[in-house]
């Protein structure tokens, strides 16, 4: 799959072809919907906290004898029927959401939507995103040059890119990652992907397993000694 490069004054420069192994991956719904659950259960925290008879203050001493009162025995007045005491079977912070899923299977899923925006065109590939000073409008002006019909887009980083972090943190529906944290849950909260052109690298080192790596690169160097060859030839 080839896809064109812009600048950041949005005029294609250039064109490149994605690798195969992560941006023409088949969609699997129900894989990808199985990832997103688990990923999601995985950043809940519980808010809700109630105290038990343990935790709510007072209560140190019987409120009343056991005999001879009329009344019904009591131990503490922080026992869960009298009015201000603990709370029975009510929620609590040590509620675990966490689920665990196999890395291939996240890396599968990540992959089928890469290949989902590379195929829906909602990939933007950069030759390079770099500003001068932290200013909103700098990283705004770029966005309106580029094929985007919204601004609502995830921007993919190689490093830690500080003028460009801050200066889009004030825009609405617009967040900044490092390509190696790329997850599925993010780029589905995003319609699109905007990142440099360094990131197609970084997210073959990051995700793809080492042999295969080993078997890109074998294939890179033949592929520049039979170019060497060539050019022998034709001198």
Same mark, same amino acid.
């Given at each position: 799959?080839?896809?064109?490069?812009?600048?950041?004054?949005?005029?294609?420069?250039?064109?490149?072809?994605?690798?195969?192994?992560?941006?023409?991956?088949?969609?699997?719904?129900?894989?990808?919907?199985?990832?997103?659950?688990?990923?999601? /259960?995985?950043?809940?925290?519980?808010? +809700?906290?109630?105290?038990?008879?343990?935790?709510?203050?007072?209560?140190?001493?019987?409120?009343?004898?056991?005999?001879?009162?009329?009344?019904?025995?009591?131990?503490?007045?922080?026992?869960?029927?009298?009015?201000?005491?603990?709370?029975?079977?009510?929620?609590?912070?040590?509620?675990?959401?966490?689920?665990?899923?196999?890395?291939?299977?996240?890396?599968? /899923?990540?992959?089928?939507?890469?290949?989902?925006? /590379?195929?829906?065109?909602?990939?933007?590939?950069?030759?390079?995103?770099?500003?001068?000073?932290?200013?909103?409008?700098?990283?705004?002006?770029?966005?309106?040059?580029?094929?985007?019909?919204?601004?609502?887009?995830?921007?993919?980083?190689?490093?830690?890119?500080?003028?460009?972090?801050?200066?889009?943190?004030?825009?609405?529906?617009?967040?900044?990652?490092? +390509?190696?944290?790329?997850?599925?849950?993010?780029?589905?909260?995003?319609?699109?992907?905007?990142?440099?052109?360094?990131?197609?690298?970084?997210?073959?080192?990051?995700?793809?397993?080492?042999?295969?790596?080993?078997?890109?690169?074998?294939?890179?160097?033949?592929?520049?000694?039979?170019?060497?060859?060539?050019?022998?030839?034709?001198?």
């Amino acid at each position: 799959m080839k896809i064109p490069v812009y600048n950041q004054e949005g005029k294609k420069v250039d064109e490149i072809s994605l690798p195969k192994e992560i941006f023409e991956v088949p969609l699997n719904k129900d894989l990808v919907h199985q990832v997103a659950v688990c990923q999601m /259960a995985n950043r809940r925290k519980p808010i +809700a906290h109630t105290k038990d008879r343990g935790e709510v203050s007072g209560g140190g001493r019987k409120p009343w004898r056991q005999k001879g009162t009329g009344r019904a025995r009591h131990g503490s007045i922080r026992s869960p029927i009298w009015r201000g005491g603990g709370i029975t079977f009510g929620p609590r912070k040590e509620r675990v959401f966490e689920k665990k899923i196999p890395k291939k299977m996240r890396r599968k /899923a990540l992959f089928m939507v890469l290949s989902a925006k /590379a195929k829906d065109n909602l990939l933007i590939i950069l030759d390079n995103l770099k500003l001068d000073q932290i200013k909103t409008k700098l990283i705004s002006n770029i966005l309106d040059k580029l094929p985007l019909k919204t601004k609502n887009c995830l921007i993919a980083l190689p490093d830690v890119e500080k003028n460009v972090i801050l200066s889009a943190r004030n825009l609405p529906k617009v967040s900044t990652i490092e +390509a190696r944290n790329l997850n599925l849950l993010d780029l589905l909260s995003f319609k699109y992907l905007l990142m440099p052109q360094e990131c197609i690298d970084i997210i073959e080192k990051t995700f793809l397993k080492q042999s295969h790596q080993k078997k890109i690169e074998e294939e890179g160097s033949k592929k520049s000694k039979q170019e060497k060859k060539e050019r022998k030839d034709r001198k």
